[in-house]
Antibody
Framework: EVQLVESGGGLVQPGASLKLSCVAS????????MSWVRQTPGKTMEWIGD????????NYAPSLKNRFTISRDNAKSTLYLQMSNVRSEDTATYYC????????????WGQGASVTVSS | DVVLTQTPVSLLISLGGQASISCRSS???????????LHWYLQKPGQSPQLLIY???NRFSGIPDRFSGSGSGTDFTLKISRVEPEDLGVYYC?????????FGGGTKLELK
């Protein structure tokens, strides 16, 4: 069974940094592109970015690329999202997703990590 | 960026009835490789989104044939026949043809 488990969320102050993790199991992590998506409290869905199976290429939403960095450790089957200089508008639930059917299809989703940016 | 407009915003359906959700794109979603990367997801209450349909009309593993997707170019439709209680939630369309990938605003399916 495919499982994606995010962690690292919580309450963070504006301007701070936060790193989310997503541990994958049930499939060969190193074979697939992975993605991050967030959902605001108002339920708007926003794609954050993708990372190639070997970590050699990343693709970000233009509005986030200067502050967010996606990386992966295939030996640990773990995906990361480094968030820097966070703002109140980054308050959201963050999901990691796998792209196993094809690089452009997010098939499995984690349960989400909640991030609240507030002083 | 591509704007996906979903209609209606909410839908009241009786159990056993049929639901139809539209997703219209601000530009054609046909990729230069000939594929159309328009997908449908359902987010049930308190859960993360789940893939229903990928590339317009392909049902994901385990998705019943009550769900069907159709459309081309800029206009796409998700149909749910014989609505069951487990179908309730918010449906989203997602395009991955044009970078940045974008989602529709969602359609909430509720019981009448």
């Amino acid at each position: 069974e495919v499982q994606l488990v995010e962690s690292g969320g919580g309450l963070v102050q504006p301007g701070a940094s936060l790193k989310l993790s997503c541990v994958a199991s049930g499939f060969t992590f190193s074979d697939y592109w992975m993605s991050w998506v967030r959902q605001t409290p108002g339920k708007t869905m926003e794609w954050i970015g993708d990372i190639k199976y070997d970590g050699s290429y990343t693709n970000y939403a233009p509005s986030l690329k200067n502050r967010f960095t996606i990386s992966r450790d295939n030996a640990k089957s773990t995906l990361y999202l480094q968030m820097s200089n966070v703002r109140s508008e980054d308050t959201a639930t963050y999901y990691c997703t796998s792209n196993r059917i094809a690089a452009r299809v997010m098939d499995a989703w984690g349960q989400g990590a909640s991030v609240t940016v507030s002083s | 960026d591509v704007v996906l407009t979903q209609t209606p915003v909410s839908l009241l359906i009786s159990l056993g009835g049929q639901a139809s959700i539209s997703c219209r794109s601000s530009q054609s979603l046909v990729h230069s490789n000939g594929n159309t990367y328009l997908h449908w997801y359902l987010q049930k209450p308190g859960q993360s989104p789940q893939l229903l349909i990928y590339q317009v009309s392909n049902r994901f593993s385990g998705i019943p044939d009550r769900f069907s997707g159709s459309g081309s170019g800029t206009d796409f439709t998700l149909k749910i026949s014989r609505v069951e209680p487990e179908d309730l939630g918010v449906y989203y369309c997602l395009q991955r043809t044009h970078n940045p990938w974008t989602f529709g605003g969602g359609t909430k399916l509720e019981l009448k």
